[in-house]
């Protein structure tokens, strides 16, 4: 009878004999079993390559369950029960096949690493059962499982005591996310959206650029349309044509219409011109004007830089006005510092910070309310003249005015960090 809480390894399994009841070898463990339909976290089958069976033959299945552990750590097959087969039809998860040297997103990490053995434990299905489950509890991707695999030859104790010498790196197996990085194959455990819409998108963005080719494309396929367009606005030029080339137009253009409207236009002017008016004639009309307008401009100039999602109101708006626009703003809010107040022939009257909406109270109108200090910017500003007015006034966003003064777009600080970045 197995002790509760009893450890073992992939690597120290594997191989291992397998007898009857009489302590007759049967076979050796060849591969551990997932049912992630059935059971996400415990092992359901040990696939044992039988004595008696052809090289060719398939392996045979024992149920987990079937099986005892002797108090010398010996797998013995209970009196009555048979090996069977893989059912057909459903989708199984390999330990050894299909996890070990893969590459797995480690979410709370935020990083890509590789697994090097896979960390089990024996237990009892049930308190009083006598029955043995076997349970996926974490997965190692340091030293210390590489050194087990390499030692897999030794006697167990021997390989464990050499590998105990190295700390282990461990992620628990439910916060593991693998990437199925064929599509024709059968096992497939989703990522799950919840763990990675928690990501920053910039953590996001260094996990694709960290992936292999068919890992990148797996993963940034399994994204939901606007986790993918924050991760896409993240990685560099190179990187987005690489991510959408083999999507067709319909679907870049769901992507691109989550995007800032200004990152979008960059995005597009990367690519051919034929495939870029694909992508806009699958857009929406009001996302397709924004991008096609922003198109209109270089990329050096603070047009070219700046995004149309802010928010502008009259100047006669009252405080109720501002606070409906910031929750209908389909932008992105966190990247909402201030509200402009606008003339008649939408050339800027005053600049409100959020911190004034705060504090005021519920039916003031908005022009009596403390003005910010307006610094803004000509269209045709280059990136230097934006990033110096970024530094002398240390701004958070930066208004951008047409030749006859009225507001176009704001640049966010965001963006001059970009620029920055790629010139350096």
């Given at each position: 009878?197995t ?18 009841a009489?302590?007759v070898?049967?076979?050796?463990v ?7 339909g059935?059971?996400t976290?415990?092992?359901?089958w ?13 392996p ?6 079937d099986?005892?552990?002797t ?17 057909d039809?459903?989708?199984?998860l390999m330990l050894?096949?299909d ?14 690493v ?16 006598a ?7 974490e ?6 499982g590489?050194v ?8 167990t ?5 050499i ?19 064929d ?7 989703k990522?799950e959206?919840?763990?990675?819409s928690?990501?920053h ?5 260094d ?7 068919a ?6 396929y ?7 367009a ?9 990187m987005?044509?690489?991510l ?8 870049i253009?769901?992507?691109?219409e989550e995007m800032?409207p ?6 597009l ?12 004639g699958?857009m929406?009309?009001e996302?397709?004007?924004e ?17 149309t ?9 009252v405080?109720a006005?501002a ?12 990247t909402?510092?201030d ?41 045709d500003?280059n990136?230097r003249?934006?990033?110096?007015l970024f530094?002398?006034y240390?701004?958070?966003a ?11 777009g704001v ?11 790629a010139?350096?």
């Amino acid at each position: 009878m197995t002790k509760p809480n009893q450890r073992t390894s992939v690597s120290a399994l594997m191989g291992a004999s397998v007898k009857n009841a009489q302590g007759v070898v049967l076979g050796h463990v060849c591969e551990f079993v997932v049912a992630p339909g059935v059971d996400t976290v415990h092992v359901q089958w040990l696939a044992v390559r039988m004595l008696a069976a052809k090289r060719s033959a398939r392996p045979s299945l024992i149920l987990v369950s079937d099986l005892n552990l002797t108090s010398r750590n010996e797998l013995h097959l209970r009196e009555g029960a048979a090996p069977s087969v893989l059912p057909d039809g459903e989708a199984h998860l390999m330990l050894e096949h299909d996890l070990l040297d893969q590459q797995i997103i480690d979410v709370h990490g935020r990083k890509v690493v590789r697994v090097n053995d896979v960390d089990l434990v024996w237990e009892q299905s049930e308190k009083g059962s006598a029955a043995l489950s076997l349970r996926i509890a974490e997965v190692e991707v340091g030293t210390r499982g590489a050194v087990r695999r390499l030692l897999k030859g030794l006697h167990t104790s021997t390989a464990e005591r050499i590998a105990s010498r190295f700390s282990p790196s461990l992620i628990p197996w439910n916060f593991v996310d693998l990437i199925d990085r064929d599509p024709a194959r059968r096992v497939k455990l989703k990522i799950e959206q919840n763990r990675l819409s928690m990501m920053h998108p910039s953590d996001i963005a260094d996990i694709l650029e960290d992936l292999a080719p068919a890992e990148r494309q797996a993963l940034f396929y399994s994204l939901n349309e606007e986790v993918a367009a924050e991760a896409l606005e993240e990685v560099k030029p190179k990187m987005q044509q690489a991510l959408i080339e083999s999507l067709d137009s319909g679907q870049i253009a769901d992507i691109v219409e989550e995007m800032d409207p200004g990152a979008a236009a960059d995005l597009l002017l990367e690519l051919p011109e034929e495939r870029s008016e694909a992508i806009l004639g699958e857009m929406e009309p009001e996302e397709r004007q924004e991008v096609e307008e922003l198109l209109e401009f270089s990329g050096s100039s603070a047009a070219g830089r700046m995004t149309t999602d802010y928010i502008a109101l009259p100047s006669t708006a009252v405080l109720a006005q501002a606070i409906e626009a910031l929750r209908s703003f389909e932008g992105d809010i966190e990247t909402v510092t201030d509200i402009y107040l606008l003339d008649s022939e939408g050339r800027i009257e005053s600049l409100i910070s959020l911190v004034q909406l705060l504090l005021a109270k519920p039916d003031a109108p908005l022009a009596n309310l403390p003005h910010s200090h307006v610094v803004t910017c000509d269209i045709d500003a280059n990136g230097r003249k934006v990033a110096e007015l970024f530094d002398k006034y240390n701004l958070r966003a930066l208004p951008v005015l047409d030749h006859e003064k009225r507001l176009v777009g704001v640049v966010h600080a965001e963006q001059v960090i970009a620029l920055l970045r790629a010139n350096l």
